[in-house]
């Protein structure tokens, strides 16, 4: 039990080191000290830092995967859930938000990190798929949600989930 509570802190800290200083930043020593822990704490429960990235994302694919699931439940209205979810995450709580996207981005340079984005893609292409289907129009909502989220982050304003529905409602249609 100890053992894993260690181990949820070290990820929590990995997310907390990435916020702070991007992917760069992560080293096993910092986020032993950002968990408060020996640092080789760090090293026994992740013996890379890939280990380290991979269980950082997958903390935060899950919570993801979780919403999206509810979202798919709900079978109505999927833009407007959608939309929240994005406008929540660019909104105040953004920096763990920048964190998820920086580590989603370096799944483009490390393939460890590819199956833990997919697991999120998929999950997204089935909320959406529950409007239609369109396999074109799933996988144009899938990249109208990422390309939302990252103009979310990069305007410190984020985008209005108003805003952000009426995209979503564009593509799939108002039966929605």
């Not at 181990?7 to 916020?19: F, G, K, S, Y």
């Not at 704490?41 to 694919?61: E, I, K």
């Not at 859930?81 to 709580?93: C, I, N």
Request: glycine share 6%.
């Amino acid at each position: 039990m100890r053992g894993e509570r260690r181990r949820a802190a070290l990820i929590a800290a990995t997310l907390r080191v990435v916020e702070a200083e991007g992917v760069a930043g992560v080293t096993h020593r910092a986020v032993a000290r950002a968990a408060g822990v020996p640092a080789s704490s760090a090293v026994y429960h992740f013996a890379t830092l890939d280990d380290l990235l991979v269980a950082a994302l997958t903390s935060a694919t899950d919570a993801y995967v979780e919403q999206l699931r509810a979202v798919a439940q709900r079978r109505r209205d999927i833009p407007a859930a959608l939309a929240a979810l994005v406008a929540d995450g660019t909104g105040p709580d953004r920096h763990r938000a920048l964190a998820e996207c920086e580590l989603t981005l370096l799944a483009v340079r490390r393939p460890v990190l590819r199956p833990v984005v997919h697991r999120y893609l998929r999950a997204l292409s089935e909320a959406v798929a529950r409007c239609t289907g369109d396999p074109v129009a799933v996988r144009a909502a899938v990249a109208a949600v990422d390309g939302l989220f990252l103009q979310g982050l990069l305007d410190e304003r984020g985008i209005s989930a108003a805003e952000i529905r009426d995209v979503l409602t564009h593509i799939l249609g108002e039966g929605c």
